[in-house]
């Protein structure tokens, strides 16, 4: 079985920049996460997914940050305009149901905004 | 609110030796409760959880948890380390709101192997 893809896994970029990271999930996993991980912090949460539904996006800088997941499989995340404390990796994660703590984590990108 | 607190930063040990790593809970009701590794240039993968039952947990890799409830606690331990174990380690706690979960991260604790 395949595990969550992201891409790009480097990514470098100036202040004030745009970017976007892309996430496949498991197949059939009905729920994704997307986690920011600061350098020396545990990852926190920033928007999940239930299938093309937001669930929870509390955690997610609505005036830089947006995702879709639009067609409930992959989905996409971006940072516009981005700041230098966006700085981090970018970890997207699945679970089979929205209900269970059984997730999965990709590899995760690495932006480092200069 | 739900949280958890990994006091060691940073922990060498020995190849060959013991180790525990601790995680401290809060959480109102009975935690559902995690341990993460993370790899460098790897995700995060799960080591072990507890939802209940036994208070001893068995997970991969060799590695066993205990909660303890009136200590708050889930130490993580392992009777003895490879030098493949150097990696970051991750409590975590998991809440349920409106059917849907939510995992809670430490800070995590950075382990390295001492040939």
């Known amino acids: 079985e395949a595990g969550v893809a992201q891409s790009p896994r480097y990514k470098i970029i100036e202040k004030r920049q745009s970017v976007a990271f892309w996430c496949n999930p498991i197949?059939?996993?009905?729920?994704l996460y997307w986690y920011q991980q600061i350098l020396g912090q545990g990852p926190k949460l920033l928007i999940q997914?239930?299938?093309?539904?937001?669930?929870?996006d509390s955690q997610l800088p609505k005036d830089r940050f947006s995702a879709e997941r639009l067609k409930g499989v992959d989905s996409t995340l971006k940072i516009q305009p981005a700041k230098l404390e966006d700085s981090a990796v970018y970890l997207c994660?699945?679970?089979?149901?929205?209900?269970?703590?059984?997730?999965?984590f990709g590899p995760g990108t690495r932006l480092t905004v200069t | 609110a739900q949280s958890v607190t990994q006091p060691d930063i940073h922990i060498t040990v020995s190849e060959g030796a013991s180790l525990e790593l601790r995680c401290n809970y809060s959480?109102?009701?009975?935690?559902?409760l995690f341990w993460y590794v993370q790899s460098p240039g790897q995700g995060l993968q799960l080591l072990l959880k507890?939802?209940?039952?036994?208070?001893l947990v068995q997970g991969i890799k060799g590695f066993e948890a205990e909660f303890k409830r009136s200590q708050s606690s889930f130490n993580l331990r392992k009777p003895s380390v490879h030098w493949s174990d150097a990696a970051e380690y991750f409590c975590?706690?998991?809440?349920?709101?409106?059917?849907?979960?939510?995992?809670?991260f430490g800070s995590g604790t950075r382990l390295s192997i001492r040939p």
């Open positions: 197949s059939g996993h009905a729920t």
């Open positions: 959480y109102g009701a009975t935690p559902y």
């Open positions: 507890y939802f209940s039952g036994d208070t």
């Open positions: 994660a699945s679970s089979l149901v929205t209900s269970s703590y059984e997730q999965y």
């Open positions: 975590a706690v998991g809440s349920l709101y409106s059917s849907a979960s939510k995992i809670i």
């Open positions: 997914f239930q299938n093309n539904g937001v669930v929870d």
